[in-house]
């Protein structure tokens, strides 16, 4: 608990009541549990910049009047950063799952004010101004992101291909997937109420955590805002913890996982419209195009094509249902209405009639394969026909196999 030591007539508000900010009477407010504000910082060896971080933190806290207190999530710090920041009147959580993400999560769990406020603890932000975050916050909002675009990199503080690279092309695609408002998906700066908190029901403990934060906050419908906020060079002698190829990778790959529309159905729908299109125009005759002749060959790479489409497809449908039935999406009223006509008993009907077209067109093509004369069908016209059939045979015994499976999934679509 921290406070600065101010009049004695002086007060500060906390939920609906009004305390003296002496210590004894800010101690009181937190122990009935009016601490409106806990500011957690991750830490795995900052001694160097973690002194001058709390310190800023707290001065927020007297300049402020604000009823709040400091956490440390500590990762297994091994230069004496738990007893610097004990010192100085943090709390120290100690967290022995390793990763950014653990740690800032743990620690908010500990936390014990109404809004939680989480920056590193490598001195390149400034905790003395944090105010803006707090006051939206108050306003109502469940996630106040900082944006260092709008409030300013100085020099040195990002590296080049963070700064007109990575950061924002991903946040670009986090936009682009999940319709976030946020354009600074990754900055370290951030704000959020409690009760938020709990319900985004966080996951991850790397350095994807930043990401997850975002995208559920927003899939649940919570209120996010942003404020500008300033990036300055961290203060430690050590390479950061930070990489930033590999960090980006888990970044890109975790909003992928996230997003089966994104990784499967597009993609398959898009597929699947190229190959069927590809096959249709080809389907009479060869043609000629930009001087390259397409023939038969072309129409068996089309149905290849629109075969890994459908694939593609369905594995959208079996992510999006295991996501939500794990909990880790919302419920999709769209998908729970389609489902409502979408059965294992419809699926099995469509892939039966697509085998049995098959298995006809099959039979057709046996028959001018074992005639003395191909009669009105040339050889390529045939390889077309089988070509058709063998496609619809594979896709339906997809179809049927995979409403088997979805039916194992479970078609209600369930929360966990």
């Known amino acids: 608990m921290e406070i600065g030591t101010v009049k004695a007539e002086e007060t500060t508000h906390a939920g609906e009541h009004s305390y003296p900010l002496g210590s004894e009477a800010v101690m009181r407010a937190a122990n009935e549990g009016d601490v409106e504000l806990s500011i957690v910082m991750p830490c795995l060896n900052e001694a160097e910049t973690l002194g001058r971080c709390i310190e800023k933190a707290k001065r927020f806290l007297k300049d402020h009047q604000v009823v709040g207190e400091i956490l440390i999530g500590d990762n297994g710090s091994t230069d004496g950063s738990q007893a610097l920041a004990e010192g100085l009147g943090a709390r120290v959580v100690p967290v022995k799952t390793r990763g950014y993400g653990a740690a800032v999560f743990y620690a908010s769990i500990e936390a014990r004010g109404r809004y939680i406020l989480m920056g590193d603890s490598d001195d390149s932000y400034d905790f003395t101004a944090i105010a803006p975050f707090l006051r939206e916050l108050r306003a109502g909002y469940d996630l106040v992101m900082g944006n260092r675009f709008k409030g300013g990199i100085r020099p040195g503080a990002m590296p080049w291909k963070n700064r007109y690279f990575g950061n924002p092309l991903l946040s670009a695609i986090g936009r682009l997937f999940f319709r976030c408002p946020a354009r600074d998906f990754h900055c370290g700066l951030r704000g959020f109420s409690a009760e938020a908190f709990r319900r985004m029901d966080l996951r991850t403990t790397g350095m994807e955590f930043a990401s997850e934060m975002v995208i559920r906050a927003t899939l649940a419908g919570m209120r996010i805002t942003e404020v500008s906020t300033t990036l300055d060079p961290d203060g430690r002698s050590h390479p950061p913890h930070l990489r930033p190829w590999r960090d980006g990778w888990r970044h890109l790959r975790f909003m992928l996982l ?136 594979m896709l339906g015994t997809q179809t049927i196999f995979s409403s088997f499976f979805l039916s194992v999934l479970g078609l209600g679509v369930r929360r966990s």
């Open 258 to 393: 996230f997003s089966p529309r994104w990784l499967f159905l597009i993609p398959g729908v898009l597929m699947m419209i190229c190959g069927v299109g590809m096959a249709a125009f080809l389907w009479q005759s060869d043609r000629l195009v930009f001087g390259v002749h397409l023939g038969v060959h072309t129409v068996l790479y089309a149905a290849v094509m629109a075969s890994m489409g459908c694939q593609t497809t369905i594995f959208s449908v079996f992510a999006k249902v295991f996501a939500i039935s794990e909990g880790l999406l919302p419920e999709d009223k769209a998908l729970t209405r389609l489902f409502k006509y979408v059965t294992l008993e419809s699926g099995l009907t469509l892939g039966l009639l697509l085998v049995a077209a098959g298995v006809a067109g099959s039979i057709s093509a046996f028959h001018h394969w074992s005639a003395t004369s191909f009669g009105p069908l040339h050889p390529e016209q045939t390889m077309r026909l089988v070509i058709v059939a063998a496609f619809s045979l």
